[in-house]
């Protein structure tokens, strides 16, 4: 139980009831706006919408394994290791805020799934070992690090950006013929300072809102024991024992680090969306040393990655909306991205186009939905504007991170570990929405 508060943690802690309109509200929103603004018969909406529906399935399945990957590899056993021994380090309440918050925000940068569950494992860690810290604020800090995610190297857009393809030409309406480089983007020195900025900001807003006295809520560390391991059963058959061979884990990581290798030093590749799922798919296959001991560890991931799967449908669903160009010769990307044209300018554009991810982010909290809602929209006004396509992508992004502080939907795993409600950590969130946000805001000006 909670050391300073009547209530007690249940058995089955209730689910998180989702505060945010359904995808299929947001597609007859889209249905009726494309209707009356484009002069669409409802039988021309959905046709372009059952055209658009599974265009996003390629996507959609490398969303959900940037996800499923990185949390594998956070559940691997030497980086749980790792993390006990950091969690030993802190010795006072505002030296555990501050590493966490720390440690989840780098983690976050690097692999958002992989952020997401190491900075809950860790925070959940330092309870167990250090007496006089806030449980709500040591999640809520976990959590705010996710706020710099799709400023990383796993960030959905840029990284999309940056693939070759002739999807990247279709879905911006042809505002982008070429790949846009990470170096133009996610390592742009004024993404990257903002980056560092953000991470130093949350450090210090989140180890000065440490409660005093009898206002910490700690939390029974025996509620925070680990699930003991099921025994391995001894190898027997040939079968078996090929499950359990470390040198097989090693082998096919060894060819598929390999190849990661030669593409980016060796063919002058760059780091897109696939050379990063491939990147933490087989780290993930050598810390957890066996095929079998990987694939429980990924199955039991995989089930953070149903809302990705079932909404993916929904966002290509709008996205064809968006796009589909009836007998009126009118498209709604178009008549949308004329009035945000209208009412911006080049140096205004990136900050108009934050604001408009970070409301979105409300509704869909994706940032791969962003990019199939956004980008025949924000890219062509800003290719009109002459804006720089790697600002404007990095614009969307920041957009679609900075709400998740107050968006519950990624909070889902952390929350999950931590045995929490999202509203233990609102309150917590809603500040660094503050601050993060001022920081955001005058980084996109000053990059214009």
Known sequence: MYTNSSRNVPENYPRLRQARPTLAFLTLIAFVVAMLVCRQTPFEVVEHWGN??????????????????????????????????????????AGAIALVTGISAVACWLNWGFGLIVGAIFAREIARKLRGVDYRLLIASAYSGFVVWHAGISGSIPLTMATPGNGLKEITRGALLNPVPISQTILDPHNLVMVALVIVALVVVNTLMHPKGNQVLMIDPLLLQ????????????????????????????LLGLSYVVIKLFFRGGSLDLNTVILIFLFLGVILHKTPQ?????????????????????????????????????????????????????PTSYPLFTFLCAAILNMFVPSGGGHWAIQAPIMFTAGADLGVDPGLTGMAIAWGDAWTNLIQPFWAIPALAIAKLNAKDIMGYCLIDLVVSGLIICSGLLIWA
């Open 226 to 253: 680990e699930e003991p391991e099921m025994p391995v059963k001894k190898a027997e058959t040939p079968a078996e024992k090929m499950e359990n061979s470390q040198l097989l884990s090693w082998i096919i990581s």
């Open 293 to 345: 001991a990987y694939v429980g560890a990924f199955t039991k991931a995989a089930t953070g990655a149903a809302g990705i799967i079932l909404q993916f449908p929904f966002y290509a669903g709008i996205m064809g909306i968006i796009m589909g160009v009836g007998a009126s010769g009118i498209c709604l990307g178009t008549v949308i991205s004329d009035a945000c044209i209208r009412i911006s300018t």
């Open 52 to 93: 658009g529906v599974w265009s996003l399935l390629a996507f959609a399945m490398q969303m959900a394994l940037v996800l499923v990957c990185g949390s594998t590899l956070a559940a691997a056993p030497p980086i749980k290791k790792g993390i006990s021994k950091l969690a030993s380090l802190p010795k006072t309440p």
